[in-house]
Each structure stands twice: as structure tokens, then as C-alpha cells.
């Protein structure tokens, strides 16, 4: 199997979604953790996005990528995470790279737990011609987020 290429990922970024339980208040909050598929040798970056909670529109706009602040060499994915605080009820989300590139998808969440009701699909523009999403959402049962604290 040597010298066959690597296939390039179907998806550039996951979209983990948790729920966690604030020990002093006892509330769930909504944990959301975008993370690139590609891994970086150098550093690991942070995607600077924009996030807006309009109604039930979670829109999350990437503007790109910025290095850490403390410059210490690691190998990882480039991340960005953000806790919603409480969320209940079905929520479209839509995730923008910076090209203007967008995917779609439709999550419910409940006490104690998060469904994905539409998978993420490319939304149409002219600029867009992909026929796959670049996005994959993950989603996790209380307590077990991704990515530490």
C-alpha cells in the first residue's frame, strides 16, 4: 500500500456539542467545541469565529485562524470552544467558513440530552458548488465534553 496518495476528509471540521452540569447551580449548559479535521505540527491554532444566538439560529461565522498567545510548540486540531449556558429546544445552526462557504443542520436538545434532527448539508449559493458538507456534528451526554475545562 505504499506510495498510494491520502484521500483528503469528506469533512475539514467536527462540531462536538455536550451538555454540562454547573456543580454550584445544578443547570445543564450547551458546550460547543469546532475543531479542524486537519492536524497542525507547529502549534495548535485557535479558528476565531463569530457566534450569534438569534431566536433559535446558532449561526457560527470562521474568520480564520490565529496562533496562541503562548507560542509553545503542540501538534492538534485548531479548536475553538464556547459555553451557550442554558439551552433547551430545537436550534438551526449554521456553521460560515471564510470563503462564505455555509452547512446547515437542525439539533434538539432536552434535559439531559442532544439529537441531531438534520444532518449538516451544504446550503446553495453561487459561490458554492460542493455537494458535500465540510462539517460533521458530534454530540455527547452530560458531563463527557471534549476538550478539558
Known amino acids: 500500500m505504499t506510495g498510494m496518495p491520502r484521500k483528503k476528509p469528506d469533512t475539514e471540521y467536527t462540531l462536538s456539542i455536550a451538555l454540562k452540569r454547573d456543580e454550584m447551580s445544578d443547570e445543564l449548559s450547551t458546550i460547543m467545541l469546532l475543531e479542524t479535521t486537519r492536524l497542525f505540527r507547529s502549534f495548535r491554532y485557535e479558528i476565531v469565529v463569530r457566534e450569534s444566538v438569534e ?3 446558532i449561526t457560527l461565522h470562521m474568520s480564520g485562524l490565529r496562533s496562541p498567545l503562548l507560542a509553545m510548540p503542540e ?3 485548531a479548536r475553538w470552544k464556547r459555553d451557550f449556558g442554558p439551552l433547551t ?3 438551526e ?3 460560515e467558513k471564510p470563503d462564505g462557504e455555509r452547512n446547515q443542520s437542525t439539533i434538539l436538545i432536552s434535559e439531559g ?3 441531531i434532527l438534520k444532518k449538516p448539508i451544504p446550503v446553495r449559493s453561487k459561490r458554492s ?3 458535500k458538507a465540510f462539517l460533521e456534528i458530534l454530540t455527547f451526554p452530560p ?3 471534549k476538550g478539558g475545562t
Do not use: Q
Request: proline share 0%.
Open 55 to 57: 431566536g433559535r439560529n
Open 75 to 77: 501538534t492538534g486540531s
Open 89 to 91: 429546544g430545537t436550534y
Open 93 to 95: 445552526i449554521i456553521v
Open 113 to 115: 440530552s442532544i439529537h
Open 129 to 131: 458548488k460542493r455537494k
Open 143 to 145: 458531563d463527557s465534553h
